[in-house]
């Protein structure tokens, strides 16, 4: 949800004037998006996807009213995480190697990404060792794309019934990155596979998030289901994606 928290006097407004322009243009098409496709019930969150962008952008970020990071990267997210504003929970959002987990696991407040029952009974195993509880969202590949990780929409219900097993593992919902330019059928896709999860029932699966949108269809996204939006370059601006 938007909001607005600025505090202008802290920050050099040379250098953080756009990301404020961004948030407030970013905030006015997600509100003109539900107004247009959603109920007045509906709470669309906005994540700010940090890849490559340092902690200072991003702590003016959250005083602005970010309350959500989103992390690609596990070594770059530990080499900027003390430097962060704690009052925003982070996700890690990128493609995750099980010998990573061990690394954010009392770090991150969900994982965006879990594509397979190794990866999700790593998870388990960690978050039994260290007395908590994991939430996940489960990363579909719904655009069927040999670059992108994500389990194939047709091995879906399989890895939620064996993942829901888990002790420490609570599945909250779908991820997805559809294609570049793809049609709206991609998204209306995505949402459909989500009601009928949700319709499903399964114990230990609530299907409260649909993370789907990013800064080029985050509209899009919202007309068709989404309640969680990632959203970098929209934010922050172009960067330099050879550094971190």
Do not use: W
């Amino acid at each position: 949800m938007c909001q607005s928290a600025a505090k202008p006097n802290d920050y050099p407004q040379s250098e953080f004037g756009a990301v404020l322009d961004n948030y407030k243009r970013i905030c006015y098409n997600v509100e003109n998006a539900k107004a247009k496709y959603r109920s007045n019930d509906d709470k669309i969150d906005i994540m700010a996807v940090t890849k490559t962008v340092a902690p200072e952008k991003i702590n003016f970020a959250i005083d602005q009213g970010i309350t959500l990071l989103g992390e690609n990267r596990v070594q770059e997210f530990l080499s900027k995480k003390d430097s962060y504003n704690k009052s925003a929970q982070v996700h890690m959002i990128g493609r995750l190697q099980t010998n990573k987990v061990k690394y954010i696991i009392n770090e991150v407040s969900m994982i965006q990404s879990v594509d397979s029952l190794k990866l999700a009974k790593e998870i388990n195993r960690l978050a039994v060792k260290n007395d908590r509880i994991m939430d996940v969202l489960l990363e579909i590949n719904i655009g069927d794309e040999v670059s992108k990780s994500g389990v194939a929409a047709d091995g879906l219900d399989e890895l939620i019934y064996e993942t829901a097993q888990l002790s420490n593992v609570r599945i909250k919902g779908l991820m997805a990155i559809p294609p570049v330019g793809c049609g709206e059928d991609m998204f209306e896709r995505m949402h459909s596979i989500f009601l009928r999860v949700k319709e499903n029932a399964v114990p230990n699966v609530s299907m409260e998030i649909l993370s789907m949108g990013m800064s080029g269809d985050y509209e899009l996204a919202i007309k068709h289901g989404s309640n969680l939006v990632r959203i970098g370059t929209a934010l922050f601006g172009a960067r330099n994606y050879m550094e971190g």
